[in-house]
């Protein structure tokens, strides 16, 4: 059964300060997925990596994934308070179509 | 284009009754599925469709139905409501499934049964 676990849950920062975001999960993946959700809102779309390696970027946010230690971060530099939101990875089960998410970590950026 | 519509928005049922919430979407998408959202658990996904007629059990599939009788629809149905089934659902759509396309989402319902 695949786990996606990430840490922190919940991460409270100053504006400013840069911090980073893990996504571990257990079992071969094929993609692995970031997305934000605003409270109350629905979840959208950050990145796509797609291979051992990948990096991606955009504005303070850049994710990487390591397949072997099925690892992915997600690291915020210089942190604003528009980044305050919930983030979570999700992978895809090698093998199938079930897309299966982490827990989410709330980030609250304190001005 | 109006993407993934859930309805209804909010809803409150009683212990027994039962109910649909209806997932429309018009960008052509095969794949298409349903999550429950809960406080520390993340998304969990319920069932999951990979085109018409084609259905399959998510994470945490009992207590809900799906049918998927047209590429646009992709309906939740709970059969008997449950305190436990009081959650957030969001269904979303891909192009062509999780392996090669994100997700798109619904704005989301909110269910109280109580």
């Known amino acids: 059964e695949l786990k996606v676990e990430q840490n922190p849950l919940f991460l409270s920062m100053q504006e400013g300060k840069n911090y980073t975001i893990y996504c571990n999960y257990s079992t071969t993946s094929d993609r692995l997925y970031w997305y934000r959700q605003d409270p109350g809102k629905s979840l959208e779309s950050l990145f796509v990596?797609?291979?051992?390696?990948a990096v991606k970027q955009e504005g303070r946010l850049m994710a990487s994934l390591d397949t072997k230690a099925r690892l992915s971060t997600l690291h915020i530099t210089a942190a604003v308070h528009d980044l305050s939101a919930t983030y979570f990875c999700a992978v895809t089960v090698s093998g199938t179509y079930k897309y299966i998410f982490g827990t989410g970590t709330r980030l609250k950026v304190l001005a | 284009n109006a993407g993934v519509t859930q309805t209804p928005k909010f809803q409150v049922l009683k212990t027994g009754q039962s109910m649909t919430l209806q997932c429309a979407q018009d960008?052509?998408?095969?794949?298409m599925s349903w999550y429950r959202q809960d406080p520390g658990m993340g998304l969990r996904l319920i069932h999951y469709?990979?085109?018409?007629?084609?259905?399959d059990q998510g994470e945490v599939p009992n207590g809900y139905n799906v049918s998927r009788s047209t590429t646009e629809d992709f309906p939740l149905r709970l059969l008997s409501a449950a305190p436990s089934q009081t959650s957030v659902y969001f269904c979303?759509?891909?192009?062509?499934?999780?392996?090669?396309?994100?997700?798109?989402f619904g704005a989301g319902s909110r269910l109280t049964v109580l």
């Open positions: 979303a759509s891909s192009r062509d499934g999780p392996k090669r396309n994100v997700l798109t």
């Open positions: 990596l797609l291979s051992n390696g």
């Open positions: 960008m052509n998408h095969e794949y």
């Open positions: 469709s990979v085109g018409a007629g084609i259905t």
